[in-house]
Each structure stands twice: as C-alpha cells, then as structure tokens.
C-alpha cells in the first residue's frame, strides 16, 4: 500500500461476503487460464513483431513475453495466500509460542514461524527487544530473525515460476536449515553478554492489544488483497527490470564466459567471492532472482548463483547497522559469520548435486 | 485527544503520520499529533512491530499503516 493510496483516494469499500464467494473462484479461474497459456502468448508477441526465435532480438522478447507474466502471476498468487496466512500469526502471537521454548525445538519452531509472520527490516530492533523480553532465548530469536528475510514469499515465488518447485523446495529447506542451524550455534555460544547494556536494562510494557481472534474472513481475505498491494506493488518495477536484465544476458551475452566466470569451470573461491559481493548489496528478491536465472541458463552454477542471492537477502549490511543499536560487535560478527557459513556450505552442496 | 504514533522513521511510519493527519483535518477532529522514535519509548507501550499508534495512552494499532476506516473509528470513538 502507498501513502498515495491513502491519503488522497478513500480506500474502496471491502468486499461483501457474496463479494468474495464470486471473486475469488473467478480469479482463480482466470490466473489458471492466463497461467496455462504463456507459451502461446510468448509466440503470439514474437511473432506479432515480426521476429524469430533464431535471432538475439526474437530469443530475448520471448523470454520476456514469458517470464515477466509468469512470475508476476504467481507473485500474485502466493502473496495474497501469505497475505490471509499473516493474519493468523500477528508477532505477539509468535513471541508467545516462542516464550520460553528450549534451544532446539524453540529453533525449529522460530525458523519456520519466520516464514508466516509478518515482518519488515525496520521492525526488527523492536522485534529482537520484545522477543528477548518475554523470554525467548536469544539462539531462538535469531533463528527467526534470520529466517524471516531469507525465507520470504516472493523469493519462493521467483524461485517457483523460474526453476520450477524443486528449487524451491530445496531453497526453503536449506534455507530453515540455516536458520536454525545459526540459531543453535549462537544459543550454544551463550552470548547474552554482548547485547547492549540497555537491552538488557530495558522494561518492556504489556500492551492489550488486539489479538488476531477477532478477525472475521472478510478482514483476513481483505489483508490478503492489502498484501498484494503492498508487496506486489512495490516489487513489480524490479521484477521487470531483472526480467529485463536478463533477457539482455539471455539473448546476448556469450556462454562460454559464464561458464568460466561462475560455471563448472570455475575455481573454487568464485563461492566466497560470491557470497561475499552479496553483503554489501541490498536489493529483494525481486530484483535479483530473473538476473540469477539468465546467469543459471547461461550455465553459471546454481549454488554459487544462489549462495549469492542467499547472501544478498539474509546478510544485509543495513540490517547489521540497524541490529547495531542492540548488538555488540561480537555478536554481529558471530551472527554474519555463521549465516555465511551456512550460506557457503548450501551453495557447495548445491553444486555438488546438481553436476 | 493526544495521538502517538510509534515509529523508528521509516517510510511506513511517515505515511502513517500524514494518514492520521489527513483524516483528522477532514473529519475536523483536534489532535495533538507526536512522533516517538525513541526505542525505549516504544518499547516501553509492548509495540514489536512498527508503526504503531497510541491513543489516549493506549495502543491501538501495531504493524504496518492502518487504513483509513480505522483512523476515522479511532478518531470518531474519541471525540
């Protein structure tokens, strides 16, 4: 949602509940339809313009005319499901089927609960606080703050549209893996002695705030739409750009040099290299996966190319300066250190069972 | 009617400020609107997730920009 959105045009009336009883099956139909017939339409626009597939030009519009609706479609799809999900898991939920669980399960729970509570980078300083303060154990709590950037909808949802579910599939499993991974290794460590004095000092107040009991399923399904607003919303500019991007690389930039810079032939520290070139930049998923992809076909490694993109979500140099503010710099360098260890060994394993 | 609204200055809790703003003035509501970016301040009302709105000394709102409805009923409650 935008401020635009807000303050200039009053929001639209939600929709009645006969409203959603017809909308949503006849979405769902026409997402179906669109979904099922993209080959068709990519064809139709090469050869509306009058190209082929056999030039540079014809080989990159169609993979445009393919991926761009394809992965917007499914963007739409599993935002507004993760949307509807949120409203079942508010963070004051979370913290209290966090509290006082032990290393381990309470790991193993915080990681996947990262998947379906909402969560922005500029709460996390007020997340980290108030999980701590209602007694989550740190390990657990950085096993959520780390799997709640990582292991986000849209990173699941380009990685479902461009490589297909086992990607995904095998990106959320190593993902959570890393989370809880992390997770334990920093709980085991007990470094509850480089958290900033006034974190440790800090009185947290009970808020009554209303839970998510109350909400009917006309308030979750129009939290699904407010999601697709948002997110959708805001990420639909760098889709296309990175779909654009890569369609440039698709049609023109030569195999033989990807293979060497980043493919089989490459050396062996290309890996690091990679994960470390991922801290400094800070885009979404969005922007970076299509670009990932064009590199992938172009025969560049997968798990370089995702380590990569593992490194450029989960290890932002922002996010470290905001958790500055609560950590003190052991902490920080442990928490990044062994994220990239983790980071580094999925992109190893990765390579070793997809060659 | 005094409203908070709790934020660490990010772009949601910007727009969330000149929403209540907006809907005040429209609906001719007098409020004394404060900004607390303060993390102890906010940390102190139980708020995890940001922007979060106080009014009359209790919170109202967590996470994320309300929406208009429910700034009007808040500011309709309170008048």
Partial sequence: MTASSNTTAPNPAPPTHLGWFVGIPTAALVWWLAYSHLTEWADWVVATLGLSRETHLGEAVHFFAYDAPKVLLLLLGIVFVMGVAQTFFAPERTRALLSGKRLGIGNFLAALLGIVTPFCSCSAVPLFIGFLSAGVPLGVTFSFLISAPMVNEVALALLFGLFGWKVAALYLVTGLMIAIVAGLVIGKLKMERFLQDWVREIHMGQAALPTGNTLTWNDRLAAGLRHVREIVGKVWPYVLIGIGVGAGIHGYVPEELMVKLLGKEAPWWALPAAVALGVPMYTNAAGIIPVVEALITKGAALGTTLAFMMSVIALSLPEMLILRNVLKLPLIATFAGVVAMGILFVGYLFNFLLT | ?79
């Fill in chain 2, 1 to 79: 009617m005094e409203v908070k609204v709790l934020g660490t200055g990010c772009a949601n809790c910007k727009n969330t400020v000149q929403l209540i703003e907006s809907v005040a003035k429209a609906m001719g509501v007098s409020i004394r609107l404060e900004k607390v970016e303060s993390l102890p301040e906010i940390m102190r009302y139980g708020v995890m997730s940001t922007p979060g709105v106080v009014i009359d000394g209790k919170v109202v709102h967590a996470g994320g920009i309300p929406t208009r409805a429910q700034v009007e009923s808040w500011l309709k409650a309170a008048s």
